[in-house]
């Protein structure tokens, strides 16, 4: 499933040496109880801008300030971490106009933040689909539907339509939907969902990401890095970092620390092993390592204490930014 998340249960099923409809109730016992669910997410070229936020909370008010920013449909993703700063969270937008008017319009939104750093993105190294390495080389080449999906970038690419918003939104709550239950949902036929969809996929537009429950998965340890890479081999870094399996978000962003990286580790104690192979990249320094206490917010999937996915916010990068969905109401 993370090699291919709307692979079929007729193509898993033989690949796994089970029957398509074993498979099927497993992947409905785990999606019923939040240990894995499958998203839309914006492909490669879709147009998008970006920036993490560091947020030092109030004393007492951390938890507040994740669960708020968690509600912002461009927030999508929010960590709790350790170090000078509590709370980690990616935006995303359209135009660098809307950017801006969020990371203005947040701190003025939530009550409880003392400090906000923020590092405008430029360019996404790491890929939307996770290596797990649970799958030797043939079984995913019978589960994977063509070629594997580009890595997101930032400032660049194709605007949505507001067809193709609309499909990526019914999509959120299910990325495994059927054509004939979106079509219902969108008021269109069904033939016209997957023509639709497929085009999207094939331009980049659109992909799909499988997630899951880290704990029970066996990576319960997460770690934010930020890294310093000279002018000359940034790019080369962030090629080499993001292809990690260890990788889960390589983002290159201005500032002196230009390198942000999320990792997922089977336990803490092999955090030693990676710094060592990325201080023996050319030029690369490590500035900062903050362990991810706890996520809230994976892609738009809300998550309890345990990681399991407990709600949707969906992730509506194209909304304008209004008091409304910036939690202000006013």
Not at 94 to 117: C, Q, S, Y
Not at 147 to 157: F, H, Q, T, V
Not at 238 to 253: K, M, N
Request: hydrophobic letters at 45%; a neutral charge; proline letters at 6%.
């Amino acid at each position: 499933m993370h090699v291919n998340p709307r692979v079929s249960f007729e193509t898993l099923g033989p690949a796994l040496g089970l029957s398509p409809a074993t498979v099927s109730r497993r992947w409905q016992r785990l999606s019923a109880s939040g240990l894995a669910w499958v998203s839309s997410v914006p492909g490669p070229q879709a147009a998008l801008v970006g920036a993490v936020l560091e947020i030092a909370a109030v004393p007492g008010r951390t938890d507040t300030v994740a669960r708020a920013l968690s509600g912002i449909p461009h927030v999508v993703s929010v960590y709790l971490t350790s170090g000078d700063h509590d709370v980690a969270a990616l935006v995303l937008a359209t135009d660098m106009r809307e950017l801006t008017t969020l990371l203005f319009g947040i701190p003025a939104a939530i009550d409880g933040l003392a400090k906000v750093r923020t590092h405008i993105g430029i360019v996404w190294y790491s890929d939307v689909h996770w290596r797990l390495g649970a799958l030797s080389a043939g079984e995913e080449r019978t589960v994977r539907d063509g070629e594997p999906p580009g890595k997101p970038a930032l400032n660049r690419g194709q605007a949505y339509t507001e067809s193709d918003r609309a499909l990526f939104l019914a999509l959120q709550p299910d990325g495994r939907a059927r054509y004939r239950d979106l079509g219902e949902r969108l008021g269109v036929p069904e033939h016209v969902v997957r023509r639709r969809m497929a085009a999207l996929v094939r331009r980049g537009m659109l992909a799909f990401r499988t997630d899951f429950a880290r704990w029970e998965g066996g990576w319960p340890a997460q770690v934010i890095l930020w890294l310093s890479a000279s002018g000359d081999g940034l790019h080369e870094a962030g090629r080499e970092i993001g292809g990690w399996r260890e990788a889960r978000i390589c983002l290159s962003v201005v500032g002196m620390a230009n390198l942000f990286v999320v990792v997922q580790l089977h336990r803490l104690a092999e955090l030693g092993e990676l710094l060592a192979r990325i201080r023996s990249l050319p030029e690369v320094t490590v500035v900062d390592q903050r362990v991810v206490l706890r996520p809230v917010k994976s892609w738009g999937r809300l998550l309890d204490g345990d990681g399991h996915a407990a709600g949707l916010v969906p992730a509506d990068l194209w909304t304008p930014v209004t008091p409304e969905n910036l939690g202000t109401g006013g």
